[in-house]
């Protein structure tokens, strides 16, 4: 027996559930609004904001992490000593870092402060 379809073709209205959106704005930064209706149905999960003035600084501040990470003592275990290469480009991972920090807040940069002179 045959069976005939009539009428309107069924139309495949499952809801998408997850999924990401990405706003670009007149001056450089990027919005991506990240979605998933099954964890949080009122609205998205996280908003990831990239700036571009800060893209070398994120660089430099994950790169830090990465060999500051590998120095970290695991329980029940001694902790492991820094190489004289690795502590040197720590420090000067460190002291770019602040550079551009302090390039966009020059106010917040410590004072350095001077020995008193005595009489």
Request: glycine content about 4%; aromatic content about 12%.
């Amino acid at each position: 027996m045959k069976i005939e379809r009539r009428g309107r073709i069924a139309e495949n209205d499952t809801p998408i559930l997850q999924y990401t959106q990405e706003f670009k704005e007149y001056t450089g930064e990027t919005f991506t609004w990240v979605w998933d209706k099954i964890k949080f149905p009122n609205g998205p999960i996280c908003v990831l904001i990239t700036d571009p003035q800060w893209v070398i600084y994120d660089k430099k501040e994950k790169q830090l992490v990465e060999l500051l990470s590998k120095y970290e003592s695991k329980k029940g275990e001694r902790k492991p000593r820094i190489t004289k290469a690795d502590k040197e480009a720590i420090e000067q991972l460190d002291h770019e870092i602040n550079e551009i920090f302090y390039s966009f807040y020059p106010e917040d940069r410590p004072k350095t402060r001077k020995p008193r002179k005595t009489k």
